[in-house]
Each structure stands twice: as structure tokens, then as C-alpha cells.
């Protein structure tokens, strides 16, 4: 298929600013929209393509998709993410997969029973600097990697509800980062002042170390992103707001990137991943093959959300277990 058919189910302001533009971009037809607000729904299909919904089921039946996208909020994601597979079409949900671990790992298990692809929207695995440090880190051996530090903050959340907790609608995605970049966790203490801020501490499968800031103290329109990777040997990359990175090899520096432009608020989908992460779940569905972020990945950083509230709760160390599909 040259140009997979794509419905989106979720018509609002996240999906419209970060999702419906790039359809086109990363190689997908939008066919179908999907809203309980038909106004949103006529919108969306208007501006981008598409016949507008407001029942999925009907929608589906109708166009026939190649691809779902899903962007409706966690609890809605693992509940039709699910109908989706056992309907044999690759879905892509937005983060995170589900309100909880149990949920995200029901969704892996059916799709490695089924065999269709289940991908999790985590932005920061497919933003340009961490493919960047995913290939750096990839010439080194597991135990000589040392330690990574992340400092992540947004502004204040209400924590009342799913999409407005601050661990698990913004703070996931550095969670999602260091499993990416460092491999399983094994061990973790948090604590956190009321929900707000939370200091963590990580010991990696591979024995390597780990610290997260993460606080909803500070300021949307002032991005907060530090990330700083160790290395055995002199070797260290440290990475500022999505966007500006240096690495320092056998205790010499040799690579320096700074674009012109300051992007990592959101000026390209590839600085941010949004539009990256759309093109590589649409060429999987070309060629039937999977994504970096997978929905077994994707449980097994809500396995590590769970362990870091569970942590900050107790003020004791949690012990991080995955389960298999």
C-alpha cells in the first residue's frame, strides 16, 4: 500500500495540533474522524480530510482502515485500543496506554496473540537528540554504562484525575525515557511533595544508576529539560531541551549540536517526535513490522510509574517486576 488509510478517533486540541497536520507528511490518507462532538469531528475532516463520525464502530465499518489512532484520554485508550486488534487493524494510542500497568499489559497480550501492532504515542523515543543518544549509547556495553540524570518540569497539574495527574500525564514521558535509554529498572525509591514534585532514585538491571526531578513547579512556556548520560571512560552526553546536545568521548569533546532556532517547544515534529513517531507507526504498517514503542514497552514504563508512586507513598524501596506477554 502506497498510502495507508488512517482513521483518527478524538478530535481535540492535542490530536489537532500534534497529530491531524502530519497525517499526510509521514505517508497516511486521513479517511476518517471520529468524535463524540460532531462539530469537532466535521471540523477536523473539513481542514484535513476525511468523512466525520461520531460512533467508531460505524466509522470503521465504513472506510475500512489500515491504521487507527487513538487520542481520547488512558482510560479510553486501553478500553478501545483492544476492540481495535481483534478487529486485525494496527492501532496507535496516544500516552499513556492505559490508567494502569494491569491495563497496558492486557493490551501487549493481545497483540502478541494476534499479531497486530499496538503502538504507544511516547514522543520523547523518537525525538531527533534521543535517537541521537540511543545510537550513541549503543557502542558501549551494557555494564559500562555509569549513570543518566533527568530534570523534567511543567507547569501545575490538578491531580484530580487521569488526564490532569502530573506523574502520569506529563512526568511519564521522562519515565518512559530512561527505560528507553537504560534498560530495566530494577529498584527504585521516590519520594514527593504532594504530588507535585517527586525525587527518584533508580538502579538499573545493567547496574547502572539514576536520578529524576520532576516537578510540575514551573512554567509551560519555558520548557525544562536536562538530561545528562555517563558513560565509563570519560564518555558523556548531555542534552538541553530536546534540542541542543554535546558529547564528550574518552574525556575529549566531538560532537556539538545547536540548531539555529530554538525548537523544542514544538517547531518541528522531528526535534519533538510528533511527527516522527506518525511516520514510523505508518511505514509499519507497510511493511508489518513494529515500533520503538511498542505497547509491551509502553506497559513496562507504567510498571515503573506504578513503582514510583508506590515508592513516594511508602517512602520504601520498590522492587520493579515485569511481567511476560
Given at each position: 500500500?502506497?498510502?495507508?488509510?488512517?482513521?483518527?478517533?478524538?478530535?481535540?486540541?492535542?490530536?489537532?495540533?500534534?497529530?491531524?497536520?502530519?497525517i499526510a507528511t509521514a505517508g497516511g490518507q486521513l479517511v476518517g474522524?471520529?468524535?463524540?462532538?460532531?462539530?469537532k469531528a466535521?471540523?477536523?475532516?473539513?481542514?484535513?480530510?476525511?468523512?466525520?463520525?461520531?460512533?467508531?464502530?460505524?466509522m470503521l465499518d465504513a472506510e475500512k482502515p489500515d491504521g487507527v489512532?487513538?487520542?481520547?484520554?488512558?482510560?479510553?485508550?486501553?478500553?478501545?485500543?483492544?476492540?481495535?486488534?481483534?478487529?486485525?487493524i494496527p492501532v496507535y494510542t496516544e500516552k499513556p496506554p492505559a490508567t494502569c500497568a494491569a491495563g497496558a499489559l492486557a493490551a501487549a497480550r493481545l497483540a502478541e496473540e494476534t499479531g497486530v501492532l499496538c503502538t504507544t504515542a511516547f514522543k520523547k523515543r523518537y525525538a531527533t537528540c534521543y535517537k541521537r543518544a540511543k545510537e550513541w549509547l549503543g557502542a558501549f556495553a551494557p555494564e559500562n554504562l555509569h549513570s543518566i540524570s533527568i530534570d523534567y518540569g511543567s507547569a501545575r497539574y490538578n491531580n484530580d484525575a487521569p488526564l490532569s495527574e502530573f506523574l502520569l500525564d506529563f512526568a511519564i514521558h521522562?519515565?518512559?525515557l530512561v527505560g528507553y535509554l537504560f534498560g530495566d529498572v530494577a529498584e527504585v525509591l521516590a519520594f514527593t511533595k504532594d504530588h507535585h514534585s517527586y525525587a527518584v532514585s533508580l538502579r538499573f538491571a545493567c547496574g547502572a544508576?539514576?536520578?529524576?526531578?520532576?516537578?510540575?513547579?514551573?512554567?509551560?512556556?519555558?520548557?525544562?529539560?536536562?538530561?545528562?548520560?555517563?558513560?565509563?571512560?570519560?564518555?558523556?552526553m548531555t542534552i538541553h531541551n530536546s534540542s541542543v546536545w554535546r558529547i564528550t568521548q574518552d574525556g575529549k569533546a566531538c560532537e556539538w549540536r545547536e540548531p539555529a532556532t530554538f525548537v523544542s517547544?514544538?517547531?518541528?515534529?522531528?526535534?519533538?517526535?510528533?511527527?516522527?513517531?506518525?511516520?514510523?507507526?505508518?511505514?509499519?504498517i507497510r511493511t508489518?513490522?513494529?515500533?520503538?514503542?511498542?505497547?509491551?514497552?509502553?506497559?513496562?514504563?507504567?510498571?515503573?510509574?506504578?513503582?514510583?508512586?508506590?515508592?513516594?507513598a511508602s517512602r520504601r524501596v520498590v522492587n520493579v517486576v515485569y511481567e511476560q506477554c
Open positions: 500500500m502506497s498510502e495507508p488509510r488512517i482513521c483518527i478517533v478524538g478530535a481535540g486540541s492535542l490530536s489537532s495540533s500534534r497529530i491531524y497536520p502530519y474522524v471520529c468524535d463524540l462532538d460532531k462539530d466535521r471540523r477536523n475532516a473539513r481542514m484535513w480530510g476525511g468523512t466525520a463520525y461520531t460512533d467508531m464502530g460505524a489512532i487513538i487520542c481520547i484520554g488512558p482510560a479510553q485508550h486501553a478500553g478501545l485500543a483492544p476492540a481495535v486488534m481483534r478487529l486485525g521522562a519515565i518512559d544508576v539514576g536520578t529524576m526531578n520532576l516537578t510540575d513547579g514551573r512554567a509551560w512556556d519555558v520548557p525544562t529539560e536536562e538530561v545528562e548520560i555517563t558513560v565509563e571512560g570519560g564518555n558523556f517547544g514544538g517547531d518541528s515534529g522531528y526535534e519533538t517526535g510528533h511527527l516522527t513517531e506518525i511516520a514510523e507507526f505508518i511505514e509499519a508489518g513490522g513494529q515500533t520503538r514503542s511498542n505497547i509491551y514497552e509502553s506497559y513496562k514504563s507504567m510498571v515503573l510509574y506504578e513503582a514510583i508512586r508506590d515508592s513516594a
